[in-house]
């Protein structure tokens, strides 16, 4: 009887399941797998809080208008608690239940890395704005992104701490397990090396994810005197690193990477990183045009400035929108619309995004110019200059 | 030299914390035979409870304005009787129930690994995933000592947990509750008919080891300002680990054991590439257990989960 009754309401729910389905054509469905806890929170929320302005935006005016039609947006947010396992549950999840049409997230290279074989062999369009690991999108037609990659941010950082810390040798201090510290420390040593020579890496040391105690690491680097320390790492082991490293007599200066870049950074770090200078794909301080329209829109509705996640997220649902209204029409057929949606973004002569100007090599990566930020004395990021690919 | 003399200095501070921890974890094993998984996210509300004590006391923010001295004055017994209070809940609505039904050791156990779980996520679901950072309450001051670089900070740091275990030693070999305590590891079932109380002792021992745990908490949150939910789970384990290589059930064993652990991982960092220091410290300590299975001061016993 318990049987009878279990079949009974599985077939209840499966058809609930269908009718759901049918009635998901009339709004657009994009899925976002991101961190809201785990080891970068902030970059969760501010991917949450950019989604959330693009789409309440857009609904405003009736929904997005595809072949005439409008439809609402609908997006759907799963937590990837900042692992790699959790976030390909979530993203198949997103794939095969809530049949999205298409994933934008993860975030950090360390998801986005195994998430993007999951979206490829599903065949769903991904595009992650953040990860800068060349692995997330390689071989992968299906995976796209919205930022520039270490094989050419790490090349920036070189020449500008080359140039403006009159440096001759660097120390780097990476996180082992993170594809995408890992990723921009090995860019760096062998960019640094071409530069300056052999051995000019006097140290290069690495941590694990829940180390909060580095100081014996900084002060193995410390004993090599580096001109400056490369910290290609997330902000938390940023606020972390740099105090401990002045706690031990280090004087010298720091190069950080776009990681750096979040706004949670001054609020742990404090004095400590004040004076210091990272790559990243927007600086807020100085911004003009559609940039600071953006970054008026979020930092009155949320209280504070959008970091580069935020930035990175709206180019990236402004590239997925325009993929699917190029489609040109909403159908049930979900296969035939993610293949569109794919083919679009991959032939995309040029996007016009907040954070610059961008289209896609046939890696799905694309070509942008990348910014350098100066954490000014009063904590805020501030444009340095700005570096295009040759 | 200086540079083996500046890692020496760094084993200590981060030796410390495993010590003040590993503290919690034996006193709990030795008197009641059962591993208080909870202790490490016990030693995170610590840190948390430091943050808001802090927070509220400290001005312009905080509801009284109190200056900087002041707060951390009042903080540290705050935060260490509130930690306590933490602990003995723990032990009331978890571990007892199960102890007065005579559930095996095991049981407990596992209780205890789920209420670590437990505070962990509630700790998320209520404040949310945001990191916390701790006011400074003590101006960082470095000091060059011959090539060696420490801050007041640090020797602070080293001073309380010494101070700390000869506390602890001497309540336990020295006073009436500390025969208690001896006399419930001992032998539980003699004890009430002794006229002991069995459950007062067992509550005293949870708010002494949790008090040690908010205390390191405290100093783990000025030391390492970026608190979050899990930053108990990974320090708590190695803790108890060092705890079983000193000895676990002896005073003596967690503060050695402590600083031991402290000593191989930062020097394994040191010497070899650091990518391998887990895989070596952690080999090095399964070697000293081979020679050793009790640990350096542990005594061999008939049963042991």
């Given amino acids: ?390 | 030299m200086e540079f083996f003399l500046q890692q020496c200095v760094n084993a200590l501070q981060w030796g410390s914390f495993y010590a003040l921890i590993a503290l919690g974890y034996t006193l709990v094993y030795g008197v009641l035979r059962l591993i208080n998984f909870a202790h490490g996210d016990v030693f995170m509300v610590g840190a948390y409870l430091a943050f808001f004590v802090s927070t509220s006391l400290l001005a312009p923010d905080g509801m009284f304005g109190f200056s900087r001295e002041v707060v951390l004055v009042l903080t540290i017994p705050l935060t260490m009787i509130l930690t306590s209070m933490v602990g003995v809940t723990l032990e009331r609505i978890a571990y007892r129930p199960l102890m007065r039904k005579g559930a095996h050791r095991l049981y407990v156990v596992i209780t205890a690994l789920m209420c670590g779980l437990i505070l962990e996520n509630g700790n998320l679901a209520l404040l949310g995933a945001s990191r916390r950072t701790l006011p400074e309450l003590l101006d960082k001051t470095v000091y060059h000592i011959g090539g060696i670089a420490v801050t007041n900070l640090k020797l602070w740091v080293v001073f309380t947990a010494v101070l700390v275990f000869f506390a602890l030693y001497f309540i336990v070999t020295r006073t009436r509750i500390g025969m208690a305590m001896r006399a419930v590891s001992w032998d539980r079932f003699a004890l009430p008919l002794m006229g002991i109380p069995l459950e007062q002792v067992v509550v005293f021992t949870f708010a002494l080891g949790s008090a040690i745990a908010g205390l390191g908490g405290l100093l783990f949150a000025m030391s390492y300002p970026v608190l979050e939910p899990y930053m108990g789970a990974m320090t708590g384990w190695k803790a108890f680990i060092a705890a079983v290589v000193g000895g676990i059930g002896d005073i003596r064993g967690a503060f050695v054991g402590g600083f031991l652990l402290a000593f191989v991982e930062v020097m394994v960092a040191a010497f070899l590439p650091s990518t391998f220091r887990d895989l070596f410290a952690f080999s090095i300590l399964l070697i000293i257990l081979w020679q050793r299975p009790t640990g350096i001061f542990g005594k061999p016993l008939t049963t042991k989960i």
């Fill in chain 1, 1 to 390: 009887m318990l049987k009878r009754a279990c079949t009974f309401a599985l077939a209840c729910a499966t058809m609930l399941a269908v009718s759901g389905n049918v009635l998901a054509a009339d709004t657009i469905k994009i899925g976002f797998p991101i961190p809201l806890t785990g080891e970068i929170p902030k970059v969760g929320e501010s991917t949450k809080f950019a989604a959330e302005l693009f789409k309440e935006e857009v609904n405003a005016k009736g929904g997005l208008e595809v072949g005439g039609k409008k439809y609402p947006l609908e997006f759907i947010y799963e937590n990837n608690e900042a692992k790699p396992e959790t976030a390909i549950n979530v993203t198949l999840k997103l794939i095969t239940r809530d049949n999205v049409l298409a994933i934008v997230g993860p975030q950090s290279s360390r998801q986005a890395v195994p998430v993007g074989a999951v979206a490829n062999d599903n065949e769903t369009p991904m595009i992650t704005p953040w990860s800068t690991n060349p692995d997330a999108t390689k071989d992968r037609p299906w995976v796209f992104r919205a930022a520039f990659l270490d094989d050419f941010q790490a090349p920036v950082a070189a020449d500008f701490a080359g140039k403006q810390f009159k440096a001759k040798t660097a120390a780097v201090l990476f996180e082992i397990s993170n594809d995408y510290s890992k990723g921009l420390a090995d860019n760096f040593r062998n960019a640094w090396e071409q530069r300056h020579g052999k051995g000019t890496v006097v140290a290069y040391e690495s941590h694990g994810p829940k180390d909060q105690d580095f100081s014996a690491q900084l002060t193995k680097m410390i004993a090599a005197k580096p001109d400056f320390i490369f910290l290609p790492e997330n902000y938390s082991f940023v606020a972390l690193a740099v105090p401990q490293a002045r706690d031990l007599g280090y004087k010298g200066p720091f190069m950080g990477s776009d990681a750096w870049g979040s706004a949670e950074l001054m609020k742990l770090c404090k004095d400590a990183c004040k004076g210091q200078f990272f790559s990243t794909h927007y600086a807020a301080a100085g911004a003009k045009g559609a940039t600071k329209e953006f970054i008026d829109k979020y930092s009155k509705k949320f209280g504070y400035v959008p970091d580069d996640v935020a930035a990175l997220t709206w180019d990236a649902i402004g590239i997925v929108t325009q993929a699917i209204q190029k489609v040109g029409k909403v159908d049930g057929d979900l296969r035939k619309m993610r293949k569109e949606i794919r083919d679009n973004m991959a032939s995309m002569k040029e996007f016009k995004g907040i954070t610059g100007d961008m289209r896609f090599d046939n890696q799905g990566d694309p070509i942008k110019c990348a910014v350098i930020v100066e954490i000014n004395q009063q904590g805020e990021f501030t444009f340095k200059e700005s570096v295009c690919p040759k």
